[in-house]
């Protein structure tokens, strides 16, 4: 089992670019979520995917979106990159069938804007 | 609003101490509690949770912690550390049939030989 993967990872833009990070959860897991991990801060919600819909966002704007696939697998995408979007992006799967299931997490994309 | 606190940006500790690392929430209901481990570059390795039952749980390498419902807290604790537990440590929490995970700002553990 290879676990929650990610891709890239790492990635550097420009700001006023756009970006689409890629997760492929663990096996049997249906439900991802996204985070943004600032340096020396916690991870941040952005929003959770299940039966391809968004089910919960954070204090993200829209500029951050995303989607899933039938497959589970999901993508975040970052419209019109600022400096401050600058982070550790990281994906967690987990599976909602599962009560207080603990969520795996891949090991991020950073993300790098100049 | 929902958080999780912890108190602690650092906890330093000589090898074969025990180590607490510390946390409290503000979760209304009776909230799953989760404790992730983060090593450099890397993402979030899960420890150990509470759910429900006895208060006390174990979890991987050794870890345990201690659920407190009248303190509202979920201290980390290991009987004896090592080097190799240096590293970021984060208490989550989410409440049941919810979909987001709050993250504390993590402590770091320094475990000197």
């Known amino acids: 089992d290879a676990g929650v993967t990610q891709s890239p990872t790492h990635l550097i833009k420009t700001r006023g670019q756009q970006v689409t990070l890629r997760c492929s959860p663990k096996?049997?897991?249906?439900?991802v979520s996204w985070y943004q991990q600032a340096l020396g801060q916690g991870p941040q919600f952005i929003f959770q995917?299940?039966?391809?819909?968004?089910?919960q966002r954070g204090n993200f704007p829209d500029r951050f979106s995303g989607h899933q696939f039938p497959n589970y697998s999901s993508e975040l995408n970052v419209n019109a990159l600022l400096l401050g979007d600058s982070a550790l992006y990281l994906c967690a799967s987990s599976p909602r069938y599962i009560t207080g299931a603990e969520a795996f997490f891949g090991q991020g994309t950073r993300l790098t804007v100049v | 609003a929902q958080s999780v606190a912890q108190p602690e940006d650092q906890v330093n500790v000589a090898e074969g101490n025990p180590l607490t690392v510390k946390c409290t929430y503000s979760?209304?209901?009776?909230?799953?509690l989760f404790w992730y481990v983060q090593y450099p570059n890397r993402g979030l390795q899960f420890l150990l949770k509470?759910?429900?039952?006895?208060?006390l749980v174990k979890g991987s390498y050794g870890f345990e912690a201690e659920f407190n419902k009248s303190q509202t807290s979920f201290h980390l604790k290991k009987p004896s550390a090592l080097v190799s537990d240096s590293a970021l440590y984060f208490c989550?929490?989410?409440?049941?049939?919810?979909?987001?995970?709050?993250f504390g700002a993590g402590t770091r553990l320094f475990v000197k030989a």
């Open positions: 979760v209304s209901g009776n909230p799953y």
């Open positions: 509470y759910i429900t039952g006895d208060n």
């Open positions: 989550a929490v989410r409440v049941p049939r919810g979909f987001k995970t709050i």
């Open positions: 096996s049997g897991h249906d439900t």
């Open positions: 995917y299940y039966e391809e819909e968004e089910r």
